[in-house]
């Protein structure tokens, strides 16, 4: 009853100030909270989607018929386009490469080479069933930052995968993974 009766003697005008304080502490500790989350880069599906058709029209090109896969930083699928006559592994392989090459941030021909020199380090091919060390899974990384991976299955060889994938990457800009051939 006591405080009721205090909470009546408060002006009104005093009581829209104190409000007002305590709100504005509280946006400003929440910009300031807000202002300390990471920012990150995302691979926008327009440019997915146009280095998934640049890797696709270049194995083509070369007469190989594969599936091309591109995922974001997180290794989740954004763009997969099966071209025709590709074999149905294709689609797995290439979701793979492309996931592994993402998250390991490395092009997926080095690990393959690390694992075949090196035997101790294969446990990497047992990380998560969605890692598969083959060639032809690039990181795309874009002002030194890595946004997602692209990963092409279905070609007579990783090192050819490798080239369309990289096509996928010069379509958008993106930094350079494989030698280009003279």
């Not at 005008?13 to 305590?22: F, K, W």
């Not at 998560?128 to 092409?152: F, S």
């Not at 060889?157 to 993974?177: E, M």
């Amino acid at each position: 009853m006591m405080l009721s009766h205090q909470l009546r003697r408060v002006q009104p005008h005093a009581l829209a100030i104190s409000l007002g304080v305590i709100l504005s502490l509280g946006v400003v500790h929440a910009v300031t909270a807000a202002e300390e989350l990471p920012r990150e880069a995302t691979l926008p599906l327009a440019l997915a989607s146009k280095a998934a058709a640049a890797a696709q029209d270049k194995c083509k090109q070369d007469g190989y018929r594969v599936t091309v896969a591109v995922v974001d930083r997180a290794g989740v699928l954004k763009v997969l386009a099966r071209g025709d006559g590709a074999g149905p592994h294709t689609t797995d392989s290439s979701t793979k490469k492309a996931y592994t090459a993402a998250s390991l941030r490395r092009p997926t021909s080095e690990f393959a080479e690390m694992v075949a020199k090196t035997p101790a380090v294969q446990g990497l091919r047992d990380m998560n069933d969605k890692i598969l060390i083959l060639g032809g899974g690039l990181p795309i990384e874009m002002e030194g930052e890595v946004i997602g991976g692209i990963g092409v299955g279905g070609a007579p060889g990783g090192h050819l995968d490798d080239t369309c994938a990289q096509a996928g990457l010069d379509s958008i800009g993106a930094t350079p993974k494989v030698p280009a051939v003279k």
